[in-house]
C-alpha cells in the first residue's frame, strides 16, 4: 500500500515536470536492478522478522550503513579512510544500543531469520553502492520502482501473510504517512544522495534512523526517555563526526 502511495505520487510529479519521456528511456536492467533493490530489501526484511525475534533480526539488517561505508571503498572515484571505518563501527555500536533495549539473547532456532536479515543488509548496501555507477539515470526513474514493488508484494502478501487492513482513522493515516515520507520520498531523495553526495558520510550518518525513530516516539509519548537514547546518539553523533572529518581530508587530499 505505501509503494503504491509512492509510485502514483511519483508518477504525477513525473508527469507534471515533463519527466515521463525520460522514462521510456531508461534500460530494463536499470528497472530490474531498483526494483529487486527496494522489493528485494523489505521482502528479506520482513521475512527476518517473521523467523527471528524483531530486536535480533533488526541489528543484524542494520549492518548496512557499515556495509555501504566498506564497500564504497571498492568504487573507482571514492577514497576509503581509515576515519570513515571507525565512524561506521561507532555508529553501529550506538544502534545496537537503541536496538537491542530489552532484547533476549541471539537463538540458534532463528538463524534462518538472522541470515535474511544478513542478506537483506547486503541487498541495500549493494544498491546504494552500486546505484553510484547509474548516476546519468534521472531519479524519476525510482517511480517505477516503486510501481514495480507494489505490485509485487500483492502476491507475496498474499502466499505469506494473513491480510490485515489499518484499523480506523488514524491506521489509515499512519499508512499515508509512510507512503508519503519513510517509504516514499525517503526513496527519491537517498537516489540523489548515493549518486551525487559524500556516500561513506551518508552510510554513517544513516544511523539517526533508529534514534530518530525512538525520539518520536519519545515525542508522542509511546516510549520513554533513558539512557540508551543518550548514549546512542552521543555515539552516532560521533561516528558522524569521524566520519565527516575523514571525508573533509579526503577532498582536501
Known amino acids: 500500500m505505501c509503494f503504491a502511495i509512492a509510485g502514483t505520487l511519483g508518477l504525477i510529479w513525473t508527469g507534471t515536470s515533463g519527466g ?8 530494463f536492467k536499470v528497472y530490474l536492478f531498483g526494483t529487486l533493490g527496494l522489493f528485494g530489501y523489505h521482502a528479506l526484511y520482513f521475512s527476518a522478522l517473521r523467523l527471528a525475534p524483531a530486536a535480533e533480526a533488526g541489528l543484524i539488517a ?19 579512510r581509515k576515519g570513515h571505518i571507525i565512524g561506521g563501527l561507532i555508529g553501529f555500536a550506538g544502534a545496537a544500543v537503541i536496538v537491542l533495549r530489552g532484547a533476549g539473547d541471539f ?29 546519468a539515470v534521472p531519479t524519476a526513474s525510482v517511480t517505477v520502482f516503486c510501481v514495480a514493488s507494489a505490485i509485487l508484494s500483492v ?3 498474499l ?11 488514524m491506521g489509515w ?13 525517503a526513496f527519491f531523495v537517498w537516489d540523489i544522495g548515493v549518486k551525487q553526495g559524500d556516500i561513506q558520510l551518508l552510510g554513517v550518518a544513516s544511523y539517526a534512523a533508529p534514534v530518530l525513530s525512538t525520539g518520536a516516539l519519545v515525542l508522542a509519548g509511546i ?24 571525508s573533509a581530508k579526503s577532498r582536501q587530499a
Open 20 to 27: 515521463l519521456l525520460q522514462l521510456r528511456n531508461v534500460p
Open 62 to 80: 542494520y549492518l548496512w550503513p557499515l556495509l555501504i561505508v566498506l564497500m564504497s571503498g571498492l568504487l573507482p572515484s571514492e577514497q576509503l
Open 107 to 135: 537463538s540458534g532456532d532463528a538463524l534462518p531469520g538472522y541470515g535474511l536479515a544478513f542478506l537483506c543488509a547486503l541487498t541495500w548496501s549493494g544498491y546504494s553502492v552500486l546505484s553510484r555507477s547509474f548516476g
Open 155 to 157: 502476491p507475496m502478501h
Open 159 to 169: 502466499a505469506f501473510e494473513t491480510t490485515v487492513w489499518p484499523a480506523g482513522l
Open 173 to 185: 493515516m499512519s499508512c499515508l504517512a509512510l507512503g508519503l515520507g519513510p517509504v516514499g520520498l
Open 223 to 246: 516510549a520513554e526517555p533513558g539512557w540508551a537514547l543518550v548514549l546512542a546518539t552521543a555515539l552516532i553523533t560521533l561516528g558522524a563526526a569521524l566520519a565527516a572529518r575523514a
